[in-house]
């Protein structure tokens, strides 16, 4: 089945700096990358997802980039503010359309 | 809005007895999950369905079961909870395989 590793498990940055995360897949059939952010106490909540089809996707502050050829992709949050302090998970959807989940991150951003 | 509810934010029990977690969604979804979240492994499948009536295991099935007899509701049933079941609990549901999955907001069980 489908392996995801995500790196870092914990990240600091000053506030307005950049975040980078990624992850690694095992799966080559695997066509569906969500990025999910879960706040303290929360429920996991999507914010950016990407398909096989596309190389890079931005929404404001943040991006996804996915290199098929390597099996990994990656989300990338600029000028950090401490709302985005929260755990982030990576995923990716296999052939059976069944996602599994990297470890996690938690982002702590300082003011 | 999309809503996904689940019956317990907090849920204390002791070892061998018997453990309902109740999922409910009113987006007429086909298909429902249950994740337990740990530290440091994310979310990992327990069981998922994609019909009324219709179950599949996850990653992690031993120890659970399912029923879904409703199309609005997915339950989680550990027939004899044991310490190790001690997790947060997380339901989830899509239209679409493949898509966004809208989660409930988890039930943290500890088992005594």
């Known amino acids: 089945g489908e392996n995801v590793e995500q790196h870092p498990s914990t990240l600091s940055v000053q506030e307005g700096d950049s975040a980078v995360i990624k992850c690694t897949y095992s799966d080559s059939a695997s066509n569906y990358f969500p990025w999910y952010k879960q706040e303290l106490g929360k429920r996991p909540q999507l914010i950016i997802d990407i398909r096989s089809n596309v190389g890079e996707k931005k929404d404001q502050r943040i991006a996804v980039t996915l290199n098929k050829t390597a099996k990994h992709f990656s989300l990338h949050i600029t000028e950090t503010q401490p709302e985005d302090s929260a755990v982030y998970f990576c995923a990716a959807s296999d052939a059976g359309n069944m996602l599994t989940f990297g470890g996690g991150t938690r982002l702590m951003v300082k003011p | 809005d999309v809503k996904v509810t689940q019956s317990s934010r907090y849920l204390v029990k002791r070892t061998g007895e018997k453990v309902f977690l109740e999922c409910v969604q009113d987006m007429d979804h086909e298909n429902m999950f249950w994740y337990r979240q740990d530290p440091g492994l994310g979310l990992r499948l327990i069981y998922f369905?994609?019909?009324?009536?219709?179950?599949e295991k996850g990653d992690i099935p031993e120890g659970y079961s399912v029923s879904r007899e409703k199309k609005e509701r997915f339950s989680l049933i550990l027939e004899s909870a044991s310490t190790n079941q001690t997790s947060m609990y997380l339901c989830?549901?899509?239209?679409?395989?493949?898509?966004?999955?809208?989660f409930g907001p988890g039930t943290r069980l500890t088992v005594t």
């Open positions: 369905s994609y019909d009324v009536k219709m179950k």
């Open positions: 989830a549901s899509t239209p679409v395989p493949g898509y966004e999955q809208y």
